[in-house]
């Protein structure tokens, strides 16, 4: 006997949903059928509903299994919620291939002007790539003046939020950000909000604090708060940084990332050729500093940075072909610690393994330098891999196995094992659809 709840649901016009559902405990289930009514609310428990986006509650019957009790209610109310966000997607997002298990995941952004994209890959049994799927942020990308392998001139336009789940994708042609929920190797776009400020090129993530980076208007660093997975805008977070820079300043001339010290408690800001500086921001609960310090490196054009294991930043140093080394004390000031010269053309771009390892890109030369570090910040060059043409941004698994290189010159992604000492050893290559030129990696 049907229970009077559902009865009352199904008085209005019912929908029929098919979709795939992909639990967080990392299984899927394709092709579902549900069938109920879709009620418009404020807000789903839990979960404040972000500017631009319609949340729903749905009264969902599994067809051939009508719900008999109000428990069941509860529980399939959850799913409709999954189902309603899913049926909302392109249709190439939501029968996208479903990978049940864990999935040692890459996704590359392609950055295309005609609609960017994220392409995602799972790692093979040999160490290779294999397409999972393809996902429009709902954005356009963009080029800076001059570029060529590089449109975005710039490093982090891709981030990965490992704790809460989230990836986040600049659309520089658009002046917006897309977040996206990960399963898997599934994403599954929940939001496209505007980046704060002109052409957006880096993304910096710390608890729930999200900074991006707009390289033109003059610069500026743009706050957010992540709450329930959509960001909302900290307008009293964003600070100017007066580059001058505009759709017209060449490449070379705009910011080049933005980033968290490993604490969370600075903010750290390259600014190329346009200032040849790094500025620090402390930040805190209540936002970033008014103002930075600024440490003056002329003619080093500070670019792409990470941090290796003992805490100092890396920094990579276009101008000088080298990657140096810094501390960087609680006041914001920088104090040079080593430097190691690459010997390869345009350096830009620097990624850390877990064991310590620092990968720098050398688009110019087509290679990857792999350097080491000590306790009081000694850095050493250990050698260096070829690569294909346009060596841009590159990311290493979680596991530390792998190092995955973007190249911007037939827009592949190159996968590499790494071995002892920080050794690779190339396990494949990929060519990205749409993607030459582009920039932003991530893995999982």
Known sequence: MTSPVSRGFHRP????????????????????????????????????????????????????????????????????????????????????????????????????AAGNTIVAYTRTAAGGLQQAGSYPTGGNGGATNGSVVDHLSSEGSLAYDRRAGLLYAVNAGSNTITVFRVRGAALIRSQVISSGGQFPVSIAVHGSRVFVLN?????????????????????????????????????????????????????????????????????????????????????????????DGYGHLALVETGAGAVATFAIAPDGTLTQLGSAATG????????????????????????????????????????????????????????????YVQAGGPGNVDAYRIGPGGSLTETGSVTVPGAVGGEGIAAS
């Not at 299994?65 to 409709?80: F, Q």
């Not at 759709?247 to 750290?268: A, C, E, I, K, M």
């Not at 790094?278 to 609960?285: E, K, L, Q, S, Y």
């Not at 771009?349 to 350097?371: D, K, R, V």
């Open 13 to 112: 016009p019912a929908q029929t949903v098919t979709v795939d559902i992909h639990c967080v405990t990392r299984w899927s289930k394709l092709g579902t059928v549900w069938r109920g009514v879709p009620v418009p609310c404020r807000r789903n428990h839990g979960f404040v509903r972000a500017p631009g986006t319609v949340n729903h509650k749905i009264h969902l019957v599994s067809k051939g299994s009508p719900m008999k009790s109000i428990s069941k209610l509860a529980v399939v109310t959850t799913a409709g919620a999954a189902a309603a966000t899913l049926s909302a997607l392109p249709a190439s997002a939501a029968t996208a291939r479903a990978w049940r298990g864990f999935a040692h995941a890459v996704f590359v952004q392609t950055d295309n």
């Open 344 to 403: 390869q053309a345009a350096t830009c771009w620097i990624t850390a393994a877990p064991q310590g390892t620092l990968y720098a890109s050398n688009a110019g030369s087509a290679t990857e330098s792999t350097l080491s570090t000590e306790p009081d910040g000694t850095i050493t060059q250990l050698g260096t891999t070829p690569t294909d043409p346009g060596t841009t941004d590159a990311a290493v698994s979680s596991d530390g196995q792998y190092l």
């Open 215 to 307: 390289a033109w208007g003059g610069a500026s660093v743009a706050g957010f708060r992540q709450i329930g997975g959509y960001l909302i805008p900290v307008p009293s977070w964003t600070r100017n940084l007066g580059l001058g820079t505009s759709s017209s300043t060449v490449f070379t001339g705009t910011p080049g990332q933005v980033g968290f010290t490993p604490d969370g408690s600075q903010l750290v800001v390259t600014t190329k050729n346009a200032a040849n500086t790094v500025d620090v921001f402390a930040d805190g609960r209540f936002g970033p500093s008014a103002q930075p310090t600024v440490t003056s490196l002329p003619g080093t054009i500070p670019f792409g940075f990470t941090f």
